[in-house]
């Protein structure tokens, strides 16, 4: 039994695409931080009313916090112990 060509046609331009996304996933992660490096200093020199040091603050702020809570237990001695 012959596959049709269209088939054939479809099953390659979804594995060309789908190889493209993953690498374009893999290049961003691999150059997260200079892409972010790079949008902030865009943004400095686009904007001279923005204060360096305030926008510094803030990129290093946006970081995920950690729970103080874990199974409904706060404290660190206290979470310590229940694992």
Same mark, same amino acid.
């Given at each position: 039994? /012959?596959?049709?060509?269209?088939?054939?046609?479809? +099953? &390659? +331009?979804?594995?060309?695409?789908?190889? /493209?996304?993953?690498?374009?996933?893999?290049? !961003?992660k691999?150059?997260? +931080? &200079?892409? !972010?490096? &790079?949008?902030?200093?865009?943004?400095?020199?686009?904007?001279?009313?923005?204060?360096?040091?305030?926008? !510094?603050?803030?990129?290093?702020?946006?970081? +995920?916090?950690?729970? /103080?809570?874990?199974?409904? !237990?706060?404290?660190?001695n206290?979470?310590?112990?229940?694992?």
């Amino acid at each position: 039994m /012959a596959i049709p060509t269209v088939v054939l046609l479809l +099953t &390659e +331009t979804m594995r060309r695409t789908r190889a /493209a996304y993953h690498y374009a996933i893999r290049r !961003v992660k691999k150059n997260e +931080t &200079e892409i !972010v490096r &790079e949008h902030f200093a865009d943004m400095i020199l686009q904007n001279k009313s923005r204060d360096f040091w305030s926008e !510094v603050q803030r990129m290093k702020s946006s970081k +995920t916090a950690v729970s /103080a809570t874990v199974d409904g !237990v706060s404290g660190c001695n206290e979470i310590a112990d229940v694992c």
